[in-house]
T-cell receptor
């Protein structure tokens, strides 16, 4: 079945460091890919998305490129801030599955000043 | 003007009790969801309703029963609460096509 695999956390970085959170997927159809972020005490919110191969999603300095050849959608940011500390979820949806989101396990990111 | 609102935010109760969590969305979305998030942040979908009709019903104990009186509301009733039900429950909604999903702030359920 369809699945999403994320790197395990927590990921701990210093402020202004470069961030990569790995995400790979398995899907039978042509999925859309998403990154959601969950700040402490809050619900999840969409960070960025890509709907077809080679698309790049971007928001708030974060980027991810849909790589069909490596079935990956890695999240990157050039210079992280303390306020980026959160849990990041990679997810996919496939039209044939009624657009149900398939979620990764989440990666906790801790940024130290 | 909160988009997806859940009540209560915290729910502390004893094993064996029955409780309900309410969810309302004012985004005009047709689809609503209930998720369970465990202590390791793992997110599991429980139910999904589209325009008051159940479309996703994952393997969830029969003690959990969703109710959608109209497309803006999706409530979750839980009977005979067990220790393993302790978690954060999130309500979400989405437009046609399923994306993006908008989440409420969650209800933290603690079973004593």
């Amino acid at each position: 079945g369809d699945s999403v695999t994320q790197m395990e956390g927590p990921v701990t970085l210093s402020e202004e460091a470069f961030l990569t959170i790995n995400c790979t997927y398995t899907a039978t159809g042509y999925p859309s890919l998403f990154w959601y972020v969950q700040y402490p005490g809050e619900g999840l919110q969409l960070l960025l998305k890509a709907t077809k191969a080679d698309d790049k999603g971007s928001n708030k300095g974060f980027e991810a490129t849909y790589r069909k050849e490596t079935t990956s959608f890695h999240l990157e940011k050039g210079s992280v801030q303390v306020s980026d500390s959160a849990v990041y979820f990679c997810a996919l949806s496939v039209r044939d599955s009624n657009y149900q989101l398939i979620w990764g396990a989440g990666t906790k990111l801790i940024i130290k000043p | 003007d909160t988009a997806v609102s859940q009540t209560p935010k915290y729910l502390v109760t004893q094993m064996g009790n029955d409780k309900s969590i309410k969810c309302e969305q004012n985004l005009g979305h047709d689809t609503m969801y209930w998720y369970k998030q465990d202590s390791k942040k793992f997110l599991k979908i429980m139910f999904s309703y589209n325009n008051k009709e159940l479309i996703i019903n994952e393997t969830v104990p029969n003690r959990f029963s969703p109710k959608s009186p109209d497309k803006a509301h999706l409530n979750l009733h839980i009977n005979s609460l067990e220790l393993g039900d302790s978690a954060v429950y999130f309500c979400a909604s989405s437009p046609v096509g399923g994306q993006p999903q908008h989440f409420g702030d969650g209800t933290r359920l603690s079973i004593l």
